[in-house]
């Protein structure tokens, strides 16, 4: 976590240090003073950094608005530096060239300040309205075993990633609530990453209660993501479990129809924080394999290892397919299946952009999602 920690904060210096020097060299050379532009830029890019220090030591307001700037600001970061680092390398082709005169560059890189700042924010605000603006995606599968009960049929929805905290907070939860209720779903799964970071912040706006649903035939479910590592466990789990959640844990739930959830614990667990996880192999082994089995897996991963075993479905998260271009080229690489659905053999398996976004509240390129599955058994 160290190295991890330092990596990021490296990075983070030298994209600021990048830009700060880019737009300083601009102004000044167009003859404009820097100091009041000194002192903006120091202040923007210490948000980030100083709301998470913040929401650890004492959460409020200020430590919200730090982090929701702060989040802004590393999307500035991220496509500044792209277009600001692509203007660079066209500077210094033509250069031998001679295709901009030597007495016009002080002007073309002042437009180049102003062209950058205002492309970015344009994607900015463009990409906040996309993440503020969640789809249904739908999707209709059939398994080969039967149901228990006569109505071989039953409608879940499927969140993940809500990332409660400074930045998704209570109209984001009843924004969700009515996408639920409209669907009118038998059973709701949560997988993963409800909680940020901080359980701070949650506690204090108490932002689960403003998940209003109607009663549900079949419950809500629950598993760990990686940032519910991030917070207190200890604090966390019993939190989401007072409202009316069930934490399946390496767990087995066998619902009124026959319909089994295996609910695994994130693979964070495997990286010293916690105790580890349960292998597939061993969760799948306390299953009945006549009866449909679905896995609730945060992360997508080692998704080839579900063919050939008695898994139906598995459902997942995580990856936010990318959040924002061009990331999201990284999580198709990473990934095998980093959103929507494949399968493996008998499994079907759906993997969600999630509901919430981490970092900047903006997504380009992916969509906020809530997932409706209609599963139907086989007719006995």
């Not at 830029?41 to 004492?58: M, N, P, R, Y």
């Not at 500077?91 to 970015?120: C, S």
């Amino acid at each position: 976590m160290a190295v991890f920690l330092t990596v990021v904060l490296t990075v983070y210096f030298l994209v600021n240090l990048y830009l700060f020097g880019r737009g300083r060299r601009a102004l000044a050379g167009a003859g404009y003073d820097t100091g009041i532009y000194t002192i903006a830029f120091i202040a923007l890019a210490s948000t980030f950094i100083a709301g998470k220090f913040l929401e650890q030591v004492s959460t409020n307001v200020i430590s919200d608005i730090l982090n929701i700037i702060g989040g802004f600001w590393m999307a500035f970061m991220l496509y500044g530096f792209l277009i600001w680092f692509a203007a660079d390398i066209l500077l210094l082709i033509q250069k031998p060239f001679h295709l901009i005169p030597a007495a016009a560059m002080p002007k073309i890189r002042l437009w180049l300040f102003g062209g950058v700042t205002i492309v970015t924010v344009l994607l900015i605000v463009a990409g906040f309205i996309n993440a503020v603006s969640p789809v249904t995606k739908r999707y209709d599968i059939q398994v080969s075993k039967s149901f228990t009960d006569e109505k071989q049929t039953m409608k879940i929805v499927a969140v993940s990633d809500v990332h409660l905290g400074s930045i998704i907070m209570k109209r984001s939860m009843r924004h969700l609530s009515e996408m639920i209720r409209k669907e009118k779903p038998e059973l709701v799964l949560f997988l993963g990453d409800l909680i940020d970071g901080s359980i701070g912040p949650v506690l204090r706006g108490d932002l689960p209660s403003y998940l209003n649903l109607p009663e549900l035939k079949y419950g809500k479910y629950a598993i760990t993501g990686n940032h519910e590592y991030m917070s207190d466990l200890g604090k966390s789990i019993p939190y989401i479990e007072s409202k009316d959640i069930r934490m399946l844990k390496d767990e087995v739930v066998t619902l009124a129809n026959g319909v089994q959830l295996v609910g695994r614990i994130d693979r964070t667990a495997m990286q010293g924080f916690g105790d580890g996880r349960a292998s597939l192999d061993s969760l799948l082994a306390m299953t009945d394999p006549a009866k449909p089995v679905i896995v609730l897996d945060h992360q997508p991963s080692g998704l080839a290892a579900l063919e050939g075993t008695v898994a139906d479905l598995q459902l997942s998260g995580h990856t936010h397919d990318g959040q924002i271009w061009p990331l999201t080229i990284v999580t198709n690489k990473i990934w095998e299946l980093d959103h929507g659905y494949r399968r493996y053999g008998n499994t079907h398996v759906i993997v969600s952009s999630g509901f919430g976004i981490w970092g900047p509240r903006m997504r380009i390129g992916t969509r906020p999602e809530i997932v409706v599955i209609n599963l139907s058994g086989k007719s006995q």
